[in-house]
C-alpha cells in the first residue's frame, strides 16, 4: 500500500544524517511538496525529529505503519487519554443564556 492521494497534510522538523546538529523543515500539501529548508539549529523545546500527518481515505489505518516500515528509527507518538472531567472544570461548549 502506498498513501499516494491520501495524504492530506505533512509538515515537521526532521534530522539528517549529514547534519544532525541543522534540521530541515519538511512541508507537504497533498501531492505538492515544498523544497526543504536548512535550520540554523534545534527550535527551543526540540531536539530530534517530529513529524505530523493528515491523512485520509482507505491508507488512514496505515499510515504510521507504513511510515514506521520506510522509518524505522521513528518513535510513534501515543497520544495521552484525555482526562476525565471534575464537577468544577468549565463547560466546553456553552448554551446561550
Known sequence: MTLGRDILRMKGVIETADDPECPRVLHVVG????PMRRLDGW???L????LVMIVTGAARDAA???LGEVLPEL????????????AEAEPAVRSGA
Open 43 to 45: 527550535p527551543d523545546g
Open 47 to 50: 531536539s530530534r525529529t517530529r
Open 64 to 66: 504510521g505503519a507504513l
Open 75 to 86: 518513535i510513534p507518538f501515543e497520544a495521552e487519554p484525555d482526562p476525565a472531567p471534575t
Open 31 to 34: 501531492h505538492i511538496a515544498s
